[in-house]
């Protein structure tokens, strides 16, 4: 805690909880190490977000696996987490780090919140989670990229926002879907083909699933739907009245009809 | 060259001691109630922008009187204090009692070391699950704590306050009881029997915020359509 006798207080004061960090305690942010020369080893990534709006609000999903090179580091990850209560954000690259920018990015949303005594606009919100993408470039550098997807609902214009980042940092608003991962490619497609614009909030959630089944259908690093130990991906929907993560029981619902109809099809490809 | 005059350390804390009581004594007054909803924070002000009631963290609330500038310093610093910790350790990991403790060595360092003590006195309120885990700490201007045990008074006429608080206060009360409880209180030697909504800030930690209301964050801010409503509901 800094000494609040300090004069030069009200030039220390600032909203940002990641600018604290950077002054009294930069060993604690995720990104901002030097690494040392060599190969970094091979560490959990997780794979496939999709994110789409619907009629009054926005969607993410994301499966449940991260991999190791060729093997499943975890089939029960998660990739899908609450910015705030009104925006959620998804993350691909490398797992730790993904992770711990996750908490930071939680954090700091939080405490400008608890500083200002009002939330931060949501474009607001789309640049500091840029600006956490750009700190972590050295590590992208290094191997160690991270890339998240944020969805959120603006209060000022009343829609359903979708901004997606590459690894400099840089913010692109997506307009109806986007996804992100390695499995993207063949999300994107599906999400081409089954997007309509407003979507009932169950159909977009119907929509996430699939795109999310032709993902991993694909990529090996996608994990699909697994009756067996009844996991499902994990979807978050966020609307003018917050956001809300979307049940287990209905995903295994959405999850069941698409695996019964593809099967009922008995098509190959 | 001149010469100091000696005072003695005596003499010297009680007039630091004087001066930041009379400053205190000045302000409105706060007043924090733990009732079987939760911990219920209510001050007299008239200012729907300028907040003496703060967040600090998930279960955590701040409630101060005496001069703005000091406890607001005090409050951002509590605020980082506490999203260092949680951030670096766990949430669960953030108590009141850390924060208090950290509140008194400021304040006690002030007090001791700088040209003026903080003319500020400071509560920091825990919700528990049970009542019994609620935690109600009460800071001065010199750095003394004090753990108190179902309410806090602090601010201009505290006394007359909290005789009124103390005679009507019981563990079961609840938040509509504990606000209207509050605002008779707080008209201690007016001209009326009871605050309007509109001339109080007030807030509350909700006891189980997790099954209640979907939020591990217990603080919510009360607008005064919120406190109209809990003044006409029964107690």
Redesign the interface.
Known sequence: MQDPSAGPLATQATSSFTEHLQRSRPELLPFNQSLPAGTVPPSPHATTIVALTYAGGVLMAGDRRATMGNIIASRHIEKVFPADEYSVLGIAGTAGLAIDITRLFQVELEHYEKIEGTLLSLVGKANRLGAMIRGNLPMAMQGMAVVPLFAGFDHGSGVGRLFSYDVTGGRYEEQEHHSVGSGSVFARGALKKLWKPNLSEENAVAVAVEALYDAADDDSATGGPDPVRQLWPVVYTVNRSGNRRVPERDLAAVAGAIVEARAAAGREA | MTQQFYVSPEQLMKDRADFARKGIARGRSVVVISCADGIALIAENPSP?L?KI???YDKIAFAAVGKYN?FE??R??????A??R???YDREDVTARGLAS?YAQ?LG??FT??QKP?EVELAVAEVGFTQEQDHLYRLTFDGSIADENGFVVMGGLADQISDVVSGAWEPELTLAGAMQLALRALATNKEVDELPATAVEAAVLYRASESNRGSR?AFRRLLPEDMTRLLTEES
Request: hydrophobic residues 35%; charged residues 20%; glycine residues 12%.
């Open positions: 922008s907040h703060g967040e600090i000091e310093s005090l951002q610093a509590g605020v980082r204090y999203d260092v949680g951030y670096s950290v400021s360092a002030v070391a700088e903080f964050r």
